[in-house]
């Protein structure tokens, strides 16, 4: 008797030191639109015709309002504190720096599956950033970083 119960306080020590698994997350896809002067990115829900639109506002300029950045991302287990999509974007350099925008989110995690946000550039800052040239999308945990994906010229 004195030994299993010796034995049990053993093992919930153990247990109560055992550290908890942090959340994992990741990045998986972020695409880029163009959106029109109605706020569209396609004029229909086919793939083709949005591509075929995309690529429309991407040789017409004046025919463009804003950019939606959609960004696929996936957690794994309880975060520790309050997440967010932090969108980096880099402009068309004018003199010898690039112009900068950082969009955020706040997201709420939530069942197995992988989720979609969507991040709008809009407005003054829109046309400030001038031609999109590389990005940069991280997931945060609070102040960890739990997940990246970045363009090539990053």
């Keep these: 008797m004195r030994r299993s119960f010796i034995w049990l306080l053993v093992v919930g020590g153990l247990a109560v030191a055992m550290p908890m698994r942090a959340a994992t997350g990741r990045v998986l896809k972020m695409l880029p639109f163009f959106l029109d002067l109605q706020g569209r990115h396609a004029l229909s829900p086919s793939l083709y015709e949005r591509d075929a639109y995309q690529a429309y506002l991407r040789q017409h300029p004046e025919k463009r309002s ?3 950045f959609d960004v696929q991302w996936k957690v794994k ?3 520790a504190g309050s997440l ?3 969108v980096e974007l880099r402009g068309s350099a004018l003199g010898n720096l690039p112009k900068e925008a950082v969009l955020e989110k706040a997201v709420e995690p939530g069942g197995r599956f992988s989720h ?3 991040l709008k550039l809009e407005g003054a800052q829109y046309i400030e950033l001038g031609d999109l040239t590389s990005w940069r ?3 945060w945990d ?3 970083l739990l997940g990246e994906q970045k363009s090539f010229l990053w």
């Design 66 to 68: 804003a950019m939606l």
């Design 116 to 118: 979609w946000t969507g």
């Design 142 to 144: 609070g102040g960890q």
């Design 77 to 79: 287990g309880a975060p």
């Design 84 to 86: 967010k999509i932090r």
């Design 137 to 139: 999308v991280t997931l």
